[in-house]
């Protein structure tokens, strides 16, 4: 119980890696909140599963890139569990395209989710947080590394998140809040399956390039999340971990 009462909020978290995340830390005895933005049913279905097993958890619509949601979401934080201790920034979204095939549209859905959407997530919750600080777990992309075609601005937004992570840990060290990174490899989330990379060339080229010999599972980032989150990483910040099963 390495987060026991201790409250969590966690965007994105109706599914995949977020939701694999929220259950991880209700676990370890933390409050949480499931953020969403469209998939209510998601949200419920997360809380209900970490109530199941004695845990303590609410769902909140929230739409990550509009500061009013997110000062509504944390004020009701506020209201239901007291003040926050962690944030975990999952909330995402991609689409992948060559040169010709990237639109105004295109680029700033996933700048104003990936790259806003953090910002104002993180600028609301350290208003929330602690006298004693806490901890901010940024959820990146091993594609800030990796670099393939098609992700020119997929990957520039996880290479943002990256650097923001290393800024904002030297930004907010003074009040005791530490700010870390997880850029996961493929790993097998509804998101992946719609996208139709399951069974595909480059989902057998990924589990075959990694030494561990297979693509990520959402518990495989989710106990990186609660290490990060908890006090077992007391001396981190400013750390981007590549969690992608060791392929390069």
């Known amino acids: 119980m390495r987060l026991k009462n201790k409250t969590a909020v966690v965007t994105g978290a109706s599914k995949g890696i977020g939701a694999e995340i929220a259950r991880a830390l209700a676990k370890e005895g933390a409050n949480v909140v499931v953020n969403y933005n469209s998939d209510a049913a998601g949200a419920d279905k997360v809380v209900a599963a970490i109530m199941e097993k004695g845990g303590t958890a609410i769902a ?17 934080t506020q209201r239901e569990f007291g003040e926050v201790d962690v944030l975990i920034n ?4 991609y689409e992948l395209g060559a040169l010709d095939a990237i639109t105004e549209r295109h680029f700033q859905r996933q700048f104003d989710v990936n790259v806003l959407g953090l910002l104002l997530a993180t600028q609301e919750a350290v208003k929330h947080f602690r006298s004693d600080g806490g901890s901010i777990v940024n959820i990146g992309s091993a594609v800030s590394r990796f670099l393939p075609p098609g992700t020119a601005v997929y990957a520039a937004t996880k290479a943002s998140v990256d650097a923001i992570t290393t800024v904002l840990s030297k930004e907010l060290g003074s009040r005791k809040i530490r700010v870390n990174a997880i850029n996961p490899g493929l790993v097998e989330t509804e998101g992946v399956h719609a996208a139709g990379f399951m069974g595909s060339d480059f989902e057998k080229m990924i589990a ?6 297979r693509i990520g599972q959402p518990d495989d980032i989710a106990s990186v999340a ?3 989150a908890s006090a077992d990483s007391k001396y981190m910040t400013g750390e981007t971990l590549i969690v992608s099963g060791g392929f390069r």
């Open 60 to 76: 909140i619509k929230a739409d990550v890139s509009k500061g009013a949601d997110i000062q509504a979401m944390f004020e009701r």
């Open 208 to 213: 075959s390039g990694a030494p561990v010999g």
């Open 226 to 228: 609660v290490f990060l």
């Open 90 to 93: 999952n909330a995402g979204v």
